[in-house]
């Protein structure tokens, strides 16, 4: 098995203690280990970007055409619901979890092969009905599944390569929304969610097949025994930091997911790209510019907040350019000033994305429940993904159409961004 202590990525500091001033105990994480954790987390991320992005928009637009965003927003809704509970409950799981595999492979490969076969069934879906229970299931699955993974470089990575580690998250992320976009936009949908659903597990496969996943030490594991629900939550008084940025990453998130959540219905009814295949063309052509900006400032913002031993002066410019970005949508009704506004919002969300997970693992508050706080923790992604469809349509109806629903977006990601300055940490 590969153990991931070969020689450190090139370029990485050479140790923890040189970076933040303290020897966490861990040795550096190879090239290799880091190229197949991105992988991991591309996989799990391409699962969900292709039916969200564009396959069950167009299912629903084929079967309810006349009311395609209220069925939108309410199967959205409910596969957060279901996200919500399944998000903590997978830390909480994993956490207690002993077994020759190790606490977070198992739940790693269980949720992708429920989420893929989810994917099938949605894929062969013959009514609305069969295609909400089907989502449900798959935000059940994938959540266990990239809950479980994202618990991993807390675990075992040093302090010193937060920063690199998420930035590779981050790239991943982005280059998930492309691929997963790309296979939505160029094949059949039936035959779009099998690939869909085959990436999953081929790349996930190749990490829980390759890499360990080591047990923690016997005072780790003495203090994580005990019933599989929590005994309660991190208090407000020992953890304020981790609540902190736990309120900023929801608003931000918030901002970020209703601008995106219409991006389909923006293109036709806002910017006039009716014609057939035009809107998904569009869509497509803003994924790539996306992805575009995304990728380079993903991975330089991981590595110099690594270098410059800073995470909150990245995560706050990173907010204040979502902000940006949305604001120019809200007042632009030429494709080309949508453009201009993907690319600002790729370099911001790159930083966003890379950052801002490297600061979540610096204010973890519990060694011992790590799998426990990274969950309550998502929940800031989770309840956006919910709130987000209802959000979005109430926006919609009351503040003006899409001007007020993209000020609106600009709006929570700067108190987000200002909000900031409570975390304390790093001052």
Not at 21 to 31: C, H, T, W
Not at 216 to 221: F, I, T
Request: with cysteine; proline share 5%; aromatic share 10%.
């Amino acid at each position: 098995m590969v153990t991931g202590e070969s020689p450190p990525l090139s370029g990485a500091p050479a140790t923890a203690p040189e970076v933040f001033g303290y020897d966490d105990g861990r040795p550096q994480k190879s090239s290799g280990w880091i190229a197949r954790f991105g992988l991991l987390y591309l996989g799990q991320n391409v699962a969900w970007a292709a039916p969200s992005q564009l396959l069950v928009a167009s299912q629903i637009a084929i079967w309810h055409p006349a009311s395609k965003e209220d069925h939108l927003a309410w199967i959205m809704a409910a596969g957060g619901i279901v996200s919500l509970i399944a998000t903590p409950l997978a830390g909480y799981i994993s956490d207690r979890t002993r077994s020759r595999f190790g606490r977070r492979r198992p739940w790693i490969l269980i949720g992708a092969i429920l989420g893929a076969m989810a994917l099938v069934a949605m894929g062969f879906a013959t009514g609305y009905a069969m295609l909400v229970a089907a989502w449900m299931v798959f935000q059940f699955g994938i959540a266990l599944s990239i809950n479980s993974a994202q618990s991993v470089p807390p675990d075992q990575v040093s302090r010193g390569q937060y920063g690199t580690v998420s930035g590779v998250m981050g790239l991943t992320y982005t280059l998930a929304i492309v691929v997963g976009t790309v296979i939505a936009a160029l094949f059949g949908i039936q035959v779009a969610y099998l690939m869909t659903a085959a990436v999953l597990v081929a790349l996930v496969l190749q990490y829980v097949l390759t890499t360990d996943d080591p047990l923690p030490p016997p005072r780790e594991a003495a203090a994580a025994e005990g019933d599989l629900l929590p005994s309660g939550f991190p208090s407000w008084r020992s953890a304020r930091d981790y609540w902190w940025v736990f309120i900023t990453r929801l608003l931000v998130t918030l901002g970020n997911t209703i601008a995106l959540f219409y991006l389909f219905y923006f293109l036709r009814d806002r910017i006039g790209m009716t014609g057939d295949g035009e809107a998904d063309t569009g869509v497509l052509i803003l994924t790539a510019i996306y992805a575009v900006t995304v990728v380079p400032s993903a991975l330089i913002s991981g590595r110099l907040s690594d270098r410059w031993r800073r995470r909150k002066p990245f995560v706050a410019a990173a907010s204040y350019g979502v902000a940006l970005a949305t604001g120019l949508m809200a007042i632009v009704t030429q494709f080309t000033g949508i453009m201009l506004g993907a690319a600002i919002l790729g370099v911001a969300w790159g930083v966003y994305t890379a950052v801002d997970q490297a600061l979540i693992n610096e204010v973890l508050p519990s060694a011992d429940d790590r799998g426990r706080d990274m969950g309550i923790m998502n929940i800031a992604v989770a309840v956006p993904n919910t709130c987000a469809p209802v959000v979005a349509a109430l926006a919609l109806k009351l503040l003006g159409g899409y001007p007020g629903l993209y000020l609106l977006a600009a709006l929570l990601a700067i108190v987000g961004g200002v909000l900031l300055r409570q975390v304390k940490a790093f001052d």
